[in-house]
């Protein structure tokens, strides 16, 4: 299990950035920075730009993603806002909008 | 499970948590925290702002006010620079406590067990609030009592103002059902016995 697990029911608003792995079923509203894995689970919320590593999401997300790594957007998520990473999947059932840049 | 959180110790938050649920901390909270459930600062944790819960078990460092809705309890390690108020508060050895501490009922017992708190607390403080009655009577006692003495002979006045005086310190003396003796009587000094001193010391 993650170090840090931000719970449903827990509202955070302000600026998160974290050494370790973050796994959101909560709410964030601000902004999300971590170096590395950050997993927002179905019913978890983001409303924050996200500078992550690798980033797993199936809840929402409002805001631009920039992630060192991967993002893959799986069933169920839903996430507007721009999307920076080196790698990308959005899986069949997930509603996105917004920009994919992938640098190469 | 699924409400337990926890702020790892790589982790800052800036800004405030709220909601329900358990909340633990081993990082750094820079932010108010407001949470339904139990809060714990954990030993490396460290607050810079209010913390409020149900039950608030401090491992860490917080400075700010400490809240609950029930218990407190500062542990070996705790250092916490400010207010503390719980219907119950615990400091344990090697704790460490800069601030008020007051252990009542806190502000806001909204819930279905605070409730039954709340009901207590009345109870509590009209006991409290029976006992400072008396009080006026003893006031009233001595400034009655001269007037009479002086005014006891020349006018028929004075059998009027006895009986007034009376049953004041009986309904007071019912009211309080000797339980509790009077207040002591402090000492006065008397007027210009300050001044004098001064003077002396001058």
């Known amino acids: ?104 | 499970m699924a409400l337990l959180t926890v702020i790892g110790r790589g982790v800052r938050v800036r800004g405030r948590i709220q909601g329900e649920g358990e909340l633990s901390i081993e990082g750094h909270v820079e932010g108010e925290i407001a949470v339904s459930g139990e809060v714990t600062v954990e030993a490396g944790g460290l607050v810079g702002a209010a913390v409020r819960g149900r039950v608030v078990t401090v491992r860490g460092a917080v400075r700010g006010d400490l809240t609950a809705d029930e218990v407190i309890r500062l542990e070996d390690g705790a250092r916490v620079v400010g207010d503390i108020r719980a219907p119950r508060i615990a400091i344990d050895k090697g704790a460490l406590v800069r601030g008020l501490v007051q252990t009542a009922a806190s502000g806001a017992p909204a819930r279905a067990k605070g409730a039954e708190r709340a009901a207590a607390a009345p109870a509590v403080q009209k006991a409290p609030a029976a006992k400072p009655a008396p009080r006026p009577a003893p006031a009233a006692r001595p400034a009655a009592a001269p007037a009479p003495a002086p005014a006891a002979r020349p006018v028929a006045a004075a059998p009027v103002v006895v009986p007034a005086s009376r049953p004041a310190v009986a309904s007071a003396l019912a009211g309080a059902p000797a339980r509790k003796p009077p207040p002591p009587v402090v000492p006065a000094l008397k007027k210009g016995a300050k001044a004098a001193l001064k003077k002396k010391a001058q």
């Open chain 1, 1 to 104: 299990m993650a170090s840090t697990v931000i719970g449903a029911g827990i509202t955070i608003e302000g600026e998160v950035s974290s050494d370790e792995e973050v796994v959101v079923q909560g709410t964030i509203r601000g902004k999300l920075e971590a170096r590395e894995a950050v997993t927002i689970e179905a019913g978890g919320t983001v409303e924050a730009d996200i500078t992550a590593g690798p980033l797993s999401v199936a809840g929402n997300v409002t805001g631009n993603i920039t992630s060192s790594d991967r993002v893959d957007l799986q069933a169920g998520a839903r996430v507007v806002g721009n999307v920076k990473a080196t790698r990308i999947t959005i899986a069949d059932g997930a509603q996105f909008k917004g920009n994919v840049d992938m640098d190469v």
